[in-house]
């Protein structure tokens, strides 16, 4: 059994917060954790309105607090975002996030996140390599 608080998590080195100023994540639930997912308390800062496109994950995103919107980039179709909202990245979707009021979102990754990853230029999170077998 794993049993881990948020402050914990923060204070272990699992709090990333991004170079770009839009976002802090703490990473509850990791890759070495062995659960095929990880888990993540992320906070969108006021102001944030920034594009992703996780062509490596899918992604679950659940709203607990705060006000934005999520843009699809694919057919120009914006969502609002308040508490009690669920988006789903489930085809690496290109997307624009935008938070009116800081938001506190829980995340799931689908491959699993190692932990320190921000996003590329492309607004993606790397892979890790993993190591070629002899």
Not at 34 to 47: D, E, L, P, V
Not at 70 to 83: Q, R
Not at 111 to 126: F, I, M, Q
Request: hydrophobic share 35%; net charge negative; aromatic share 8%.
């Amino acid at each position: 059994m794993i049993v881990r608080s948020l402050s914990e998590a923060q204070e272990c080195g699992r709090r990333i917060v991004s170079p770009d100023g839009n976002w802090e994540s703490t990473r509850l639930l990791l890759k070495d954790d062995n659960m095929g997912f990880s888990f993540h308390i992320t906070t969108i800062y006021a102001g944030a309105d920034f594009q992703m496109h996780y062509q490596n994950h899918l992604e679950s995103v659940f709203c607990m607090s705060g006000e934005g919107e999520v843009e699809s980039l694919d057919d120009g179709k914006k969502y609002p975002i308040a508490p009690g909202t669920l988006y789903i990245l489930d085809k690496h979707d290109r997307h624009v996030l935008r938070a009116f009021k800081e938001m506190k979102m829980a995340c799931v990754f689908n491959p699993p996140l190692n932990g320190k990853e921000v996003h590329n230029a492309e607004g993606a999170y790397e892979l890790e390599n993993e190591p070629v077998s002899a």
